[in-house]
């Protein structure tokens, strides 16, 4: 059973830097794609970044300049440094990974930006 892992999730003021950690456990391969996802009460889980296994990476709009997605030397991490955090940037994030036709999710760790 493959299980995700987030870590690092919190309370910082606006302005601050966060850096959320993501670790696969229980995988016998290497994620071809992993990334970020955030969702917000009432809203869908929408895209944060996504990082490919060769590492070319996509972000959404409204993190771009100010969250850097990466992946670790272990297999099967993750990390998303969030700097010039917003308070609508306050919401459960969630790591994903994906391989082949499967898909796994984290329990997702709660950012709070306070103004």
């Known amino acids: 059973q493959v299980q995700l892992v987030e870590s690092g999730g919190g309370l910082v003021q606006a302005g601050g830097s966060l850096r959320l950690s993501c670790a696969a456990s229980?995988?016998?391969?290497?994620?071809?794609?992993m990334g970020w996802y955030r969702q917000a009460p009432g809203k869908q889980r929408e895209l944060v970044a996504t990082i490919a296994s060769g590492g070319f990476t996509n972000y959404a709009d409204s993190v771009k300049g100010r969250f850097t997605i990466s992946r670790g030397n272990a297999k099967n991490t993750l990390y998303l440094l969030m700097n010039s955090l917003k308070p609508e940037d306050t919401t459960v994030y969630y790591c994903h990974g994906c391989a082949g036709t499967y898909n796994y999710w984290g329990q997702g760790t709660q950012v709070t930006v306070s103004s």
């Open positions: 229980g995988t016998i391969f290497s994620f071809n794609r």
